[in-house]
Structures are given as structure tokens and as C-alpha cells.
């Protein structure tokens, strides 16, 4: 089980005693207990604590769940878009597969910056169509699981990154009022000018922009 957990930690960026504290405990005892095989069998609420953390569903925490056992399959993806942004023609691992898309580890992609990783908690819902290996994502992984706890998970974590952009809102509001570019703004807050402009426009923010040497008012 520490594999599974320790793969979803590298790919946060979290060690142990970072994770303990997003789950909620004052100490790293428990999840020493676990990596040390001293806990060998975590209890219920502390698998949530671990996997609401993480970002993840409680069931991709499970050992018989990861792909019978194997490592993950890589697979190529022609196109990506979110938002005003593509990616194309970009290898990732393949997570879990749903009805008519999948779930992808992009945390190795040489495609995405580490930003657009963060931003992205290192994993991405692509259609299956958008994908070479039609092999690979034939099929479905746990459809009565996709219902429950995959989409409350997928909840949670929008839930979480939306708490997380209107913690950035009033400063990105403030930096807007000073900067004159847009760039100026998502520098002054350490984020991506494509995350500023989804918060901004959430959150009803203007940006401004320099074009042509005058300052144009931009919400998105």
C-alpha cells in the first residue's frame, strides 16, 4: 500500500510530514506507522484522511486496484484543451479508464511546465478518442465506482481548487490595480497568466493590459 501512497506524494510534492498535516494530524506518527509497515492495515477514516489529502478517490488507494498489480501503461495523447490552451502529441500514464475517456498522470510530461502541473494536481481527463493506443483504454475500470466515490473525489478536489483560486482572488485584485500587464499581475502572485485569467474572470476581477503603449481593462 506505502507505494501507492508514495507515488501520489511525489507527484504532490508532499513528504511525509507535509501530508500529515494536510490530512489533519499534528504529528507524523501515523503515516510513519504505515510506510513502516508498522500500521499494515490503516483504519477507514484514516485511508479518507489520506486519500481527501492526496486528491484522490479512497479507491485508488487500494493494492488490488492498481492495474492487477502492474506499473501503469504509458500512452500518447493528440490533443489536450483547456480553456484557450492546447497540448498535443504528449506521453502520459494512463490511471483509469472510464466509459468514454481516461484518467492521466502527466507529472513526467515534458508537454505541461510545473505550473500548469500544479494547477492540474498532475492528472487530466482526456477523451479516448484523443488517444493512439486504442488498446490500452479499451473498456472500463470499475463503472459502479465512477458513479460514487470517483466523482465525489473529482468533486472534492474542484471544491478544494476553487476554495484555493478565491484565496488568490483579493490578491490578484490588488496586484491588478498596481501592475500595468498582466504579466506584471501573475508575477506579483507567483501564478500563471492563465490561472490569474480563469480567477479573474470567476471572480469578476479587471485586469489590465498594455497594447500598443495605452491600458486596456480586461476580465479574462
Known sequence: MWHII???????????????RVAGYKNPTTIYSIKTGQSKDPSFSTMIRIADALGVSLDELRPDKQAGGKSMTQVTVRLYKQGDKVWRDFKAELIKRYENSAMIDISESEAFSKIEKQEFNNRIVVSKKAIVEKRAVAGVDDSDI???????????ISKKRKEARAKYARGIAEAASQCDTLIDV????GKSTTFVKRVASEFEINLPRRNNGHEEIASR
Request: glycine residues 10%.
Open 186 to 189: 501573475a508575477k506579483r502572485i
Open 146 to 156: 465512477l458513479k460514487t466515490s470517483v466523482n465525489t473525489g473529482l468533486k472534492k
Open 6 to 20: 508514495e507515488r501520489f506524494m511525489r507527484a504532490k510534492g508532499y513528504g511525509i510530514r507535509q501530508l500529515s
